[in-house]
């Protein structure tokens, strides 16, 4: 089996894949909290280091690529203050620009956390989450399909954040072409499009969204209530198979033919930002490079667990994932 496992994480450097979705860059400032403001019962941050980094579907690009494949962004930022920031660290990062369109009626959105003690204390944001024109959607569109027609893709990732970058236009149109050409697409949703993405391979959204995008509420420690909310969303948007993400519970994921619960791993947990992220991509390569909906899940359970360990969004690492992995199957 770890011959198996050795070959198909082998297989993850040939592997192209498309991600559309709502970019953004993950600001820190850390720090040291040693007193409180005179000024209102606050917190005052004496900040010791500030650190940029790639967030949203850009953070889901470094997974794809810590993982060895080849990540292509598609998006729209601003054309604004941040823009050259944005596409410097894509540059660091040694991911390409070609998916990305910059357009003076964007913002590009940043999250500032403010961290002292390696604990959370806040989060500014800056964002514009309205919906693109009709102009920007159609150039989005044709540079998504450019992309599709001049490269070999492998599967195509929407990360969705609710940001307005993608819209049910947008859902349609690219998702149609992908079948048409027997590309899987694995969809992380959020509220505003939850319905939208209709015929897709897999779908993925946490236990919240599941629960705001059915309008249903229900106990989800218990699994049959659980399974019966799972087989409703799949049969609505006729999709392959559902995901769902438990937090501590671990990953129920339900097809055509079964329904199971991924217990989670235990964890020393120090921040669940970015976790989505790293599942979603581990399950998107798994998928791709032929891995059972069982295998890939499992899979990317254990690559959720092992990214909640680090503070802040940080990319999964291959090797301790691979010799995670190897562990658990020689347990």
Known sequence: MSE???????????????IIGDVMIDA??????????????????????RENRLGGAANVALNVKALGATPILCSVIGKDTHQDLFYKLLKDAQLTNEGIISSEDRVTTVKTRLIGQHQHLFRVDDEDDSLLTEALTEALSERIIQIINTHKISVIIFEDYDKGVIQQTLIERIVNIANQQNIPVVVDPKKRNFLAYKNVQLFKPNVKELKEGLKIDFDHYQHPSLFEA?????????????????SEQGILLLNETDAKV?????????????????????????????????????????????????????PIDKNELLNEAILLENL
């Not at 992220?277 to 295998?295: C, H, K, N, Y």
């Open 262 to 314: 991924c217990p989670a791993h235990i964890r020393s947990i120090s921040d669940v930002s970015g976790a989505g992220d790293t599942v979603i991509s581990v399950a998107a390569l798994g998928l791709a490079a032929g891995m059972s909906p069982q295998e890939f899940t499992e899979l990317a359970n254990l690559a959720g667990g092992l990214v909640c360990e680090k503070v802040g969004v940080v």
């Open 230 to 246: 799972a087989k409703k969303l799949r049969e609505q948007l006729n999709a392959n198979m559902v995901m769902i993400t438990l």
């Open 28 to 49: 820190y400032l850390w720090g040291k909290v040693d007193r409180i403001s005179p000024e209102a019962p606050v917190p005052i941050l004496n900040i010791q280091k």
């Open 4 to 18: 198996y496992l050795l070959n198909i994480f082998d297989s993850f450097n040939s592997q192209k894949v498309l």
